[in-house]
């Protein structure tokens, strides 16, 4: 599986991005899905992830949405009300039979990732 995201940029707080992850490959809707993020200076965290439910991070529940189309083998993060902590690289995975897992190792494959910039 190869997994291409994209969508990121710069935007002030308040506002919104939408990123999407292509995957190549076969069988993406037996894949869960995962959107992690690294800030400057931090480790890597989860953001969310989707098998046919949906789990998300504390910090980022209500804001922020994922969701996938699986005809188009695409996972999407809707961000809302983007906050300038919210600034880092996003990175998309994926992985089998780790259902809504909020680890890093559970994920087999990673996109390149994009860059959000949140203003303030």
């Known amino acids: 599986v190869q997994l291409q995201a994209s969508g990121g940029g710069l935007v002030q707080a308040g506002g919104s991005l939408r990123l999407s992850c292509a995957a190549s490959g076969r069988a993406f809707s037996t894949y869960t899905m995962g959107w992690f993020r690294q800030a400057p200076g931090k480790e890597r965290e989860f953001v969310a992830a989707?098998?046919?439910?949906?789990y998300y991070a504390a910090s980022v529940k209500g804001r922020f949405t994922i969701s996938r189309d699986n005809a188009k083998n695409t996972v999407y993060l809707q961000m809302n009300s983007l906050k300038p902590e919210d600034t880092a690289v996003y990175y998309c995975?994926?992985?089998?039979?780790?259902?809504?897992?909020?680890?890093?190792?559970?994920?087999?494959?990673w996109g390149q990732g994009t860059l959000v910039t949140v203003s303030s």
């Open positions: 995975a994926a992985g089998r039979g780790v259902h809504g897992s909020r680890w890093l190792s559970d994920y087999a494959y």
């Open positions: 989707i098998t046919w439910d949906n």
